[in-house]
Every structure is written in structure tokens, then in C-alpha cells.
């Protein structure tokens, strides 16, 4: 840029029209630089100024020498206000510079100058764009960060619960009637959670790494980890299975899972009865059981409920669960 400004008639010097140009130049160089210093992302008042004298000066420079060689000083504060600034800061910088060029067109210093006031607002939307893409990516990460730390919690918490509690009903058993017989039940009713939850864990994962998998596998792999561990579960399938997306089949698995667990606390030796059907356009899964000893308030309390209608929410699908009759009906459907 120096080069091209002190090598070519009409450019940077120290006399007459020469010196303004040098001047201008190098309060531009000055403030990109301090631009550069800082940052130079960010919004703060330090930013903010700098930014602006990079495109007034910029284009005051463009004005005393318009050519493409000096243009970048504007263009890319313009850029830089649109990407880190609010519209009531950017807008200001971009049209004052836009305004000093216009003028300079208007006025018979150039025609490119109108061009080049047309290329800020450019710079300007270009970094506007860019922010709006940053945010959705950010955005994006955040909510996968946070559906797969749901993922870990719902395995590795309910499986450590579990654990927990069997290791606890061992030791009570042998501290209180040294009865080795019921310490050792509990002991192997927690390795069996232990492995089902690194079975659902090794699930989990290869779920959130694929683009699709089968419904009907995962539901028969939590009907047969509910049966080992006690309770009462069948399952029945209507349609033609087909595989889903992972993000509402981890979704309608989970529903499941919590619905079966509901069913065992309530109504513990009462069979549980999962359906899965499989319709021209969507998916549906019901869990249906005896009400057992537990009132309808105690059933819909809690955060069961709400937890499973945003899981279904966030899939792109919808909950429904209540009182028919004397049974608890828990239906999730999805379309796929």
C-alpha cells in the first residue's frame, strides 16, 4: 500500500495535496494498528473508537487518493463493526464512511468512490452475517453439549443409583443379621446394573454417532435389562419396524425407560405393557400398567413428566400420559 501510494504521481509526499494524503495515511495505519493490538475482536469503547477512525480516516484517505491500494482500511473496519458491534454502533461507522465517500463522488473526485461506498455497506453485511453464524453455531454447540450431558446423566445416574443402593442393602445386610445369602443377591443385582448401564452407555454413544438406528433393538434391549433387574415388562409391535433418526429415537427410549421405572415403583408386581407402532408417517410408543397402590397425583408429580415432555418437545414430537381406567398410560409419538 505505501509502496503503491509513494511510487505514483499524485500519491503520498510531504507538500501540497501530498502531505494530506500522508497524513491521512498514517492516522489510518495508526488506528489499525492499535485495532490490531487490541483485539481485535471484542466491543469495547478502545475497540469501538479505533474501529471507527480506521473507516473515517480510511475513507478521508480514499477520498485525497481514491484507489483500490487504500481502499482495505474501510472495508475492513466496516467488516469488524458489523461482525463485533451492535447496529447502533455499526450502522453509524459504515454510513459515516459510506457519507464522506458519496460526497467525495458527488463533488467530481471520483467515480469509483461511489463504488467504494457501496462496497462498506457490503463490508458491514458481511460481518453482520457472519455474527448471525457464529450465534446459531454457538447456539448448535450448546444444545448438543447439553444432549449429550443429559445422555451421561440419565445412564451413568440412574445405573450409579442403583449400584449404590444394592451396595448399601449388602452391607445393612450383613451389619444387622450377618444373612451372606441376601448380601450376596444385592452384590449380584448390582453387577447386572453395572453392565446394563455400560450397555446403555456403549448404546448412548453409538446412538449420538450414527445417523439412524433401530427402534425396535433398543426397546427389546431395556425390556430384557428390566427383566433382569425384577421387573415385570412385554413388549408388542404393530407396523413394519424401520430405523429413526438417533435424536427421537433416544428420545422415545428414554420415555420409555422412565415409564418402566415409574411402573416398578408404583406397581411393582404388575406387567408393564410396552407398544411400539410403526404407522405410515410417524412412530408411536405407549407404556400402559396397573395404577397399583400409587394415586394419579402421585404419578403426574414430580419431574418425570415434565423431563420426558422436553425430551419429546426437542425431538420434534409430543407426550401425552394420564389415568385410563384403572391403568397408567404413558403414549410418545414422533414422526418418522
Not at 6 to 13: D, L, N
Not at 105 to 124: E, K, M, Q, S
Not at 181 to 210: F, K, P
Not at 307 to 332: C, F, I, K, P
Request: glycine share 10%.
Amino acid at each position: 500500500m505505501v509502496w503503491a501510494m509513494t511510487t505514483h504521481r499524485g500519491g503520498a509526499g510531504l507538500h501540497g495535496s501530498g502531505l494530506h494524503i500522508s497524513v491521512a495515511l498514517a492516522v489510518a495505519s495508526a488506528c489499525w494498528l492499535g485495532w490490531i493490538a487490541l483485539g481485535p475482536h471484542g466491543d469495547t469503547l478502545a475497540l469501538r473508537s479505533l474501529t471507527a477512525c480506521t473507516a473515517i480516516s480510511g475513507a478521508v484517505l480514499l477520498l485525497l487518493y481514491p484507489s483500490l491500494a487504500v481502499y482495505w482500511f474501510t472495508f475492513w473496519a466496516c467488516v469488524n463493526a458489523g461482525l463485533n458491534f451492535a447496529d447502533r454502533v455499526a450502522v453509524p461507522i459504515t454510513a459515516a464512511s459510506a457519507a464522506i465517500l458519496v460526497g467525495g463522488y458527488l463533488t467530481h473526485r471520483g467515480t469509483i468512490l461511489a463504488a467504494f461506498a457501496a462496497v462498506a455497506f457490503v463490508g458491514y453485511t458481511l460481518g453482520r452475517e457472519r455474527r448471525r453464524y457464529l450465534a446459531e453455531a454457538r447456539a448448535a454447540t450448546l444444545a448438543e453439549r447439553g444432549r449429550i450431558a443429559r445422555e451421561l446423566h440419565d445412564v451413568i445416574g440412574h445405573s450409579l443409583t442403583g449400584v449404590s443402593l444394592q451396595i448399601e442393602s449388602a452391607a445393612a445386610a450383613l451389619e444387622a443379621a450377618a444373612d451372606s445369602d441376601r448380601a450376596l443377591t444385592h452384590l449380584e443385582q448390582a453387577g447386572r446394573l453395572v453392565r446394563t448401564g455400560h450397555q446403555e452407555a456403549v448404546a448412548a454413544v453409538r446412538t449420538l454417532r450414527e445417523g439412524q438406528v433401530a427402534m425396535h433393538a433398543m426397546l427389546a434391549g431395556l425390556i430384557e435389562s428390566h427383566r433382569a433387574a425384577g421387573g415385570h415388562a412385554q413388549l408388542s409391535v404393530t407396523g413394519m419396524p424401520r430405523a429413526l433418526d438417533a435424536a427421537p429415537a433416544l428420545a422415545l427410549y428414554r420415555v420409555t425407560q422412565e415409564a418402566l421405572t415409574n411402573a416398578a415403583r408404583h406397581a411393582p408386581a404388575k406387567l408393564a405393557h410396552v407398544q411400539v407402532g410403526y404407522g405410515d408417517s410417524e412412530l408411536t410408543v405407549s407404556v400402559v400398567n396397573d395404577i397399583g397402590c400409587a394415586s394419579p397425583a402421585t404419578l403426574s408429580g414430580g419431574y418425570g413428566l415434565p423431563g420426558m415432555r422436553e425430551r419429546m418437545a426437542e425431538a420434534g414430537g409430543t407426550l401425552s400420559a394420564g389415568q385410563a381406567g384403572d391403568q397408567w398410560r404413558v403414549e410418545a409419538r414422533v414422526s418418522a
